[in-house]
């Protein structure tokens, strides 16, 4: 289905995107969600595993339920929030600032996306299982060689989008008022935004568990630290690094949101062991570290922009 998706999406920026440029994207990703349901739905009503219902809530449900969504409101209305913010700080940047950051998060979040779905239907409701059932060593077991394959796809595409941001970028956007100059900016705030995909996809995961424990304060915390070190991100890295510092400092929230994360579930005495997860996401940035490296110091990059 995965696979379905990106050919659709593809697909769409092929045939179109001369014609609705930026518009072709959105078109691609439309079709995908169309085309990753029908695939869903038929297969699970051939096995029999879908059935149209109305559920059936008692009073006390309904009560627990809203305990639950009170504080993931909150906690979603941090993350708007520090969306807000990083346009904000773009606003006092050069011309094309802005756009540079909006551009960057389209793709990004397109290939986050891909691998968000999959991951609901595949591992959310498998790991719900066996919290429920209070079986925490095989939900370690389980994470960890799921967290290892997932990072085996995350990561060679995180590099690949780094890598190819500047065509990615001169193919989608470079049209009418969006010039080459736009073009470079928004291909390094890619870049960097890059760098920080595999830890946007794992927090996919790590905040499941959250959800799954009931650990709905711890995450609201975890949001509050995000938005934090975000904003003292900005403050540090704009000055030097001006848009570009935005991405970083995002990348670097990210990634400590997780270990933080998976510290604070370390110290629940519930017998989940996150070892393994933090070695997983380590050895998987390692990797990407000397690709990147070897990409770099090898010229590619310069030859690649010659190319252009």
């Given amino acids: 289905t995965p696979l379905c998706a990106c050919y659709a999406v593809l697909g769409a920026v092929l045939l179109f995107q001369a014609r609705w440029g930026i518009w072709s994207l959105f078109g691609g990703y439309a079709a995908a969600q169309i085309l990753q349901f029908a695939i869903t739905w038929g297969q699970a009503k051939s096995l029999g595993f879908a059935r149209i219902c ?53 793709v990004m979040n397109f290939a986050a996306q891909i691998f968000t779905f999959s991951l609901v239907a595949m591992m959310f409701t498998r790991m719900s299982e066996l919290i429920a059932a209070r079986d925490m060593a095989a939900v370690g077991t389980y994470l960890e060689n799921n967290l290892r394959r997932l990072t085996r796809f995350v990561m060679p595409l995180s590099i690949a989008l780094t890598v ?3 065509q990615i970028v001169q193919v989608l956007f470079e049209r009418g008022q969006f010039d080459h100059t ?69 990348t670097i929230s990210i990634n400590l949101h997780i270990g933080l994360g998976l510290w604070i579930l370390s110290r629940n005495r519930n017998g989940l062991r996150t070892n393994g997860f933090i070695r997983v996401i380590l050895r998987a940035y390692a990797i990407g570290a000397i690709v990147y490296a070897l990409f770099y110091l090898g010229g590619l990059d310069a030859l690649t922009e010659r190319l252009i």
Avoid: C, H
């Fill in 164 to 166: 190819a941001g500047l």
């Fill in 54 to 106: 109305r559920p059936a809530i008692s009073k006390t449900q309904v009560a627990q339920v809203w305990s639950l969504s009170w504080m993931v409101f909150i906690a979603t209305s941090l993350d708007t929030a520090n969306s807000f913010l990083e346009k904000y700080f773009a606003t006092g940047l050069a011309a094309g600032s802005v756009s540079a950051i909006g551009y960057s998060l389209v």
């Fill in 182 to 250: 736009d073009t470079l900016l928004t291909s390094r705030t890619l870049a960097m935004y890059m760098v920080g995909l595999p830890a946007v996809v794992i927090n996919q995961v790590v905040a499941r568990i959250f959800y799954s424990l009931n650990r709905m304060r711890d995450k609201i915390w975890l949001a509050l630290q995000y938005v934090a070190t975000a904003t003292l991100g900005n403050l540090l890295l704009i000055p030097s690094l001006q848009v570009t510092g935005i991405a970083v400092s995002a």
